[in-house]
């Protein structure tokens, strides 16, 4: 993606999405957007508004993920409802805002794929107790489930391999069996495992294999 | 909420029952056109009359307007009925709005004319309801037009120009929002408003009556009068143009952008400007709408959940979600 000029998404946006406006920000290097959000469903019934602040980082975008602060305090400060003490949105599990950051956003996507439908979500949860696509655990549980959805892996010493064949850029014969999980054929296996990976940045990579180096010491302490 | 819901079904009744399509090949049959015509004399019935449906009700009640508003008769401005068939003339300001679908005579290409017919007066109905919500006077019906004067004596100016821009938004909104993609889902395409607001000041507006005997009308002799269905043959799809004198009194340029050609030169030097208005921006900004994911506008006059809502139809957007939570 090449560099796109920030203040001509964000013109476009404002061109658009009427209840949204730029304001002064109150973090330096960022620009600010203010406004109500009315979360409608797709026959056009009205679920609820809330106002809420969107700081974009001026110098990285569109490499950057903008922040979202809830300001109305509707949503509860529970970690039950993804969200900080602050207001500020946990829009999606790190990784994949990772992946986002790294191709590069547009802004008004960003809006209508990430922000508008947490709070869609928020709603749906409380209309049916649960949210529309599930959740992510709390902090590694999180992580975890998402290795386990993403690459189908549970094993800890599996999803360990693979990070260290990702970090270390440990290159493996295709027709060989797959070092890592032992099925026929690498190139059909892992292989594109540890290429996806690479999406998400090294430093998050390092992060979890840290991770789940430490949980998995953990449990074979426990098992003794 | 869908204010123009029960509009908006009729004409798909009438759309959907309509003979023509399914017998293009063979043609249409008297015995086939007399069950049509009996159809939709039965579905005239279900348009809105003067009882207003709940959704109306509460639209009409969010405005601050009773329920069970009359709809003022045609032709005639309460406040210059005094005129009627006398040599009188009273200067008084006036906003003079101009109104139409167009394309629509494509639709004789696709349907009956019974079709056509319930389909333009469901439009001019909705229409005339728009206009008397916002305490607007229909002056006069020409087709699937109107013709409508905002203002009188005892309003204020400013609150009259927004009560007129309010309207003719809405009524652009329920062609553009709500019959657009339905008609082009049937093969008719691009059908649109266009409209044309301009207000004339005390000095540059005479109300008289214009005719003889009974074969006349109380009308408006005004530059402004005039220049307003200008502005509306000028306006882009589903577009308002208004003229300079509305501009001044808003006082928010947000919602007007000047066109590059003035609408009247006065040929002393001084030109009179027309400005696109920003009706979307206008009716979000009024709370009288809300927007979607994608941006597109939904009327509402209260910002209370829907008590119909269904979680199913959140799904689609809710699932796009998977929150995660990682703070300390």
């Known amino acids: 993606m090449t560099k796109t000029n920030l203040n001509c998404d964000i013109d476009s946006f404002l061109g658009k999405y009427y209840s949204f406006k730029d304001v002064h920000s109150p973090k330096p290097g960022y620009l600010a957007l203010e406004g109500k959000i009315s979360v409608l469903d797709k026959k056009g019934k009205l679920w609820g508004q809330f106002e809420i602040l969107i700081l974009i980082n001026k110098v990285e975008y569109p490499y950057t993920i903008p922040i979202v602060i809830e300001k109305t305090q509707i949503i509860d400060r529970d ?36 922000i508008y ?12 107790g649960e949210y529309a696509n599930g959740e992510y ?56 495992k540890v290429y996806s990976l690479k999406g998400y940045g090294m430093q998050q990579l390092k992060i979890d294999l840290v991770l789940f180096r430490q949980q998995l010491l953990k449990r074979k302490k426990v098992l003794g | ?56 009700k509460l639209f009409a009640k969010g405005m601050g307007v009773k329920e069970t508003f009359d709809y003022q008769p045609l032709g005639s401005h309460p406040d210059f009925t ?42 001019i109905r909705a229409s005339i309801f728009a206009v008397n919500l916002c305490g ?43 019959l657009k993609d339905f008609f082009e889902d049937n093969g008719i395409q691009d059908i649109h408003t266009r409209a044309g607001l301009d207000l004339g000041h005390s000095k540059q507006v005479d109300w008289f009556y214009s005719g003889i005997g009974e074969s006349g009308e109380v009308t408006t002799c005004s530059l402004h009068t005039s220049l307003a269905p200008k502005m509306q043959s000028n306006a882009k799809n589903s577009g308002i143009v208004v003229g300079h004198n509305v501009t001044t009194q808003l006082r928010k340029d947000k919602y007007f952008e000047q066109r590059s050609k003035e609408i009247h030169d006065y040929e002393d030097g001084r030109k009179y400007y027309q400005y696109n208005f920003d009706w979307e921006r206008y ?6 709408a809300v927007q979607n994911d994608m941006g597109v506008l939904v009327l509402t006059i209260n910002t209370l959940p829907d008590p119909n809502r269904n979680s199913r139809d959140l799904y689609p957007i809710a699932s796009k979600s998977k929150p995660y939570f990682n703070y300390d």
């Open chain 1, 79 to 114: 970690w039950d409802y993804h969200i900080s003490k602050e207001g500020v949105c946990c829009l999606d599990i790190p990784h994949k805002l990772l992946k986002s950051k790294k191709r590069g956003i547009t802004f008004e996507e960003f809006y209508r794929n990430v």
């Open chain 1, 117 to 128: 439908p947490f709070f869609a979500n928020y709603h749906y949860k409380e209309s049916t």
């Open chain 1, 137 to 192: 655990k709390h902090h590694f549980e999180g992580i975890a489930q998402f290795y386990q959805e993403e690459f189908d892996l549970e094993n800890f010493e599996d999803i360990i391999a693979l990070l260290e064949t990702s970090i270390g850029g440990i290159k493996h014969q295709p027709n060989i069996e797959c070092p890592l999980c032992g099925k026929p054929k690498y190139k059909k296996c892992c292989r594109k």
């Open chain 2, 1 to 56: 909420m869908n204010l123009f819901e029960d509009y908006k079904n009729v004409i798909k009744k009438a759309v959907e029952n309509d003979p023509t399509k399914s017998n293009k090949i063979y043609g249409l049959s008297e015995p086939m056109l007399e069950s049509n015509r009996e159809y939709l004399k039965l579905l005239r019935n279900e348009l809105p009359g003067r009882e207003l449906s709940r959704e109306m």
């Open chain 2, 82 to 123: 005094y005129l009627k068939a006398t040599d009188l003339v009273e200067e008084h300001w006036i906003i003079s709005g101009f109104i139409d679908v167009k394309k629509s005579t494509k639709l004789f290409n696709n349907f009956t004319k019974g079709t056509v017919r319930l389909i333009t007066e469901s439009i």
């Open chain 2, 136 to 178: 607007g006077y229909v002056h006069r019906i020409q087709g699937d037009g109107l013709m409508v004067y905002f203002g009188g004596k005892n309003i204020e100016k400013l609150k009259a120009v927004e009560d007129a821009l309010k309207s003719f938004s809405m009524i652009s909104y329920f062609v553009k929002n709500d």
């Open chain 2, 283 to 288: 009716l979000v900004d009024n709370n009288l």
